[in-house]
């Protein structure tokens, strides 16, 4: 069982950075992929960003390259997603998500994975 708590999110104006992170609790941090996913209202889950197991792999959402970065600090069993540039259409409920690595680890959809944290807003206010 691995335990995810997200923090860090909160109200920006457009232009702002926040940093989200992730802690988690339980098994081996270490063996798992980290991804970050969004939800805004009425719209369904989405991929934003994955970091493999060991973090020298991660892969985005196109909409998110160049402005959000995910890291790892496996020592610390946090993941982190730094949100550059926001705008209002970032808006969302973001998730962290947890998924033991096998043979792949670009995971983008959320039935890829199996432990999720409770959520943290994120709202970008003009």
């Known amino acids: 069982q691995v335990q995810l708590v997200e923090s860090g999110g909160g109200l920006v104006q457009a232009g702002g950075s926040l940093r989200l992170s992730c802690a988690a609790s339980g098994r081996t941090f270490s063996a798992y992929v980290m991804g970050w996913f969004r939800q805004a209202p009425g719209k369904e889950r989405e991929f934003v960003a994955v970091?493999?197991?060991?973090?020298?792999?991660?892969y985005y959402e196109d909409s998110v390259k160049g402005q959000f970065t995910i890291s790892r600090d496996n020592a610390k069993n946090t993941v982190y997603l730094q949100m550059n540039s926001l705008k209002v259409e970032d808006t969302a409920v973001y998730y962290c998500?947890?998924?033991?690595?096998?043979?792949?680890?670009?995971?983008?959809?959320?039935?890829?994975?199996?432990?999720w944290g409770q959520g943290t807003q994120v709202t970008v206010s003009l």
């Open positions: 998500a947890a998924a033991p690595q096998r043979s792949r680890w670009r995971l983008t959809v959320p039935s890829d994975y199996v432990y």
């Open positions: 970091i493999s197991s060991s973090g020298g792999s991660t």
